[in-house]
């Protein structure tokens, strides 16, 4: 039995920027790097694009700041949370203003488009994806379409989350990570007392108790790795 995936069903036409532009991929872990550019320059339709990746922001910071209009960035959660974090979120705008796509690889569930569309995420695809999908993601984001392809997790957490100030959502992302109080307010250059007041309102917003239930709903929404989690 002949099995086509979802990818080769699409019979969508190809803009031209689909096939004249540059691809950058920032993602942790080698082989996925790995993976997904093989996969990229396998399909005919991105046979003319400079596909290019990179293991962490700084890596490839140069070439961001030269993407334009065609050109898709792809980025894993935790490059993601670091254009979220302090002084990223500017150059995720200037990415946007310049016309450059984001997309995101992330463990999402139901819902979560419209939290990330607001964020200057454009596609959402899961990491266990069929690499015919991956390549759907550049075609889409590279012709300017948006191209959402969601986890089956429990709805209700993205909707939550959208509930969050860029302030507060920047505040539980270094929650993630472990920090306290007061190194999140070294870090955001904030008092201890406002971040006090912010985790006040993200548990509140969130409805959560304890920073650990705050915490697991980011982790459960993103896909970040467990053992970034906060203990407490």
Do not use: Y
Not at 44 to 53: D, G, N, T, Y
Not at 178 to 198: F, P, R
């Amino acid at each position: 039995m002949n099995h086509v995936t979802p990818a080769l069903k699409r019979q969508v036409p190809r803009e031209a920027s689909a096939l004249d532009q540059t691809v950058v991929i920032v993602h942790s872990v080698p082989l996925m790097r790995l993976g997904l550019v093989e996969a990229l320059r396998s399909s005919p339709s991105l046979v003319e694009s400079k596909i290019l990746a990179f293991a962490n922001l700084g890596e490839a910071e140069d070439l961001l700041a030269l993407a334009r209009s065609g050109d898709v960035i792809i980025l894993d959660t935790s490059a993601w949370t670091a254009l979220e974090g302090p002084g990223g979120a500017p150059q995720l705008q200037a990415l946007r203003v310049r016309g450059a796509t984001v997309g995101l690889l992330a463990s999402a569930g139901r819902d979560t488009a419209k939290l990330l569309s607001g964020r200057g995420i454009a596609g959402l695809l899961a990491p266990d994806a069929e690499l015919e999908m991956v390549v759907a993601l550049v075609e889409d984001l590279a012709a300017g379409r948006p191209h959402f392809h969601e986890a089956d997790l429990p709805t209700g957490v993205p909707a939550r989350l959208s509930r969050l100030s860029s302030r507060q959502f920047e505040i539980l992302e270094l929650m993630t990570r472990g920090l306290l109080n007061k190194q999140i307010a070294w870090e955001l250059g904030l008092t201890e007392g406002t971040v006090k007041s912010h985790v006040s309102a993200i548990l509140d917003k969130l409805g959560c108790d304890r920073r650990t239930q705050a915490i697991t709903a980011f982790m459960q929404c993103f896909g970040v790795s467990q053992d970034r989690a906060a203990v407490a």
